[in-house]
């Protein structure tokens, strides 16, 4: 079966960082492009970053530029989120999914194929 699972959550005081991992199993990440979205509580699911299947195309919403980094590993088959300056705003489950693409280059993460299922990040002091 195809599972990601999504680690790394956790409470931290504005300022603070995390680093987000989402892990494949049951099938390869190199085929497809992945993406971090998040959910707080009473809003809509929002995307926050996308990367390219070789890790060459890059997007992030507006509001995380400069201070959320995603990267991806294919040897280990992982995707991580690494967010520094983070802001009560930032409060949401996150999670990540993946989206089968046949170009190594596309940074769409629409229609996923794969979702994982979150990991809760608490931004307060």
């Known amino acids: 079966q195809l599972q990601l699972v999504e680690s790394g959550g956790g409470l931290v005081q504005p300022g603070g960082s995390l680093r987000l991992s989402c892990a494949a199993s049951?099938?390869?990440?190199?085929?497809?492009?992945i993406g971090w979205s998040r959910q707080a509580p009473g809003k809509e699911r929002e995307g926050v970053s996308c990367?390219?299947?070789?890790?060459?195309?890059?997007n992030y919403a507006d509001s995380v530029k400069g201070r959320f980094t995603i990267s991806r590993d294919n040897a280990k088959n992982t995707v991580y989120l690494q967010m520094n300056n983070l802001k009560p705003e930032d409060t949401a489950v996150y999670y990540c999914?993946?989206?089968?693409?046949?170009?190594?280059?596309?940074?769409?993460?629409?229609?996923?194929?794969?979702w994982g299922q979150g990991t809760q990040v608490t931004v307060s002091s």
């Open positions: 999914a993946a989206a089968f693409r046949l170009s190594v280059s596309s940074t769409s993460c629409e229609d996923p194929n794969v």
């Open positions: 049951g099938f390869t990440l190199y085929y497809y492009a």
């Open positions: 990367i390219s299947r070789s890790g060459g195309v890059i």
